[in-house]
Nanobody, 120 residues
Framework: QVQVVESGGGLAQPGGSLRLSCVATPNAFTVIAMGWYRQTPDGQRELIAR???????TYADSVKGRFTVSGDVAVYTIYLEMNSLKPEDTAYYFC??????????????WGQGTQVTVSA
């Protein structure tokens, strides 16, 4: 089992910034990567940014150069710094934890999500 808790988010003006935090509490689970997803209007979750245990990062094209994922997967804490926010960044953002259980295979865990709204 893995508990995942996000914080941050809220309301920002276009061009503004926000920071999200995610802390995971794994139990008998090896975390190999953590990432941020956001839910599109049709209900799909799209990958925004991901960081591996080795520190490698991946970004969606829509956020490259504006968003930065940081933190340390080894201590189960990551952040998402969001700059130059646009109205189309408005969404519910989720933290994802990717890894393997001691007694089961690969599995993903999600936090409860946090709302980000970009509006003047």
């Amino acid at each position: 089992q893995v508990q995942v808790v996000e914080s941050g988010g809220g309301l920002a003006q276009p061009g503004g910034s926000l920071r999200l935090s995610c802390v995971a509490t794994p139990n008998a689970f090896t975390v190999i990567a953590m990432g941020w997803y956001r839910q599109t209007p049709d209900g799909q979750r799209e990958l925004i940014a991901r960081i591996s245990q080795g520190g490698d990062t991946t970004y969606a094209d829509s956020v490259k150069g504006r968003f930065t994922v940081s933190g340390d997967v080894a201590v189960y804490t990551i952040y998402l710094e969001m700059n130059s926010l646009k109205p189309e960044d408005t969404a519910y953002y989720f933290c994802n934890v990717d890894g393997y259980g001691d007694t089961f295979g690969r599995r993903y865990y999600w936090g409860q999500g946090t709302q980000v709204t970009v509006s003047a």
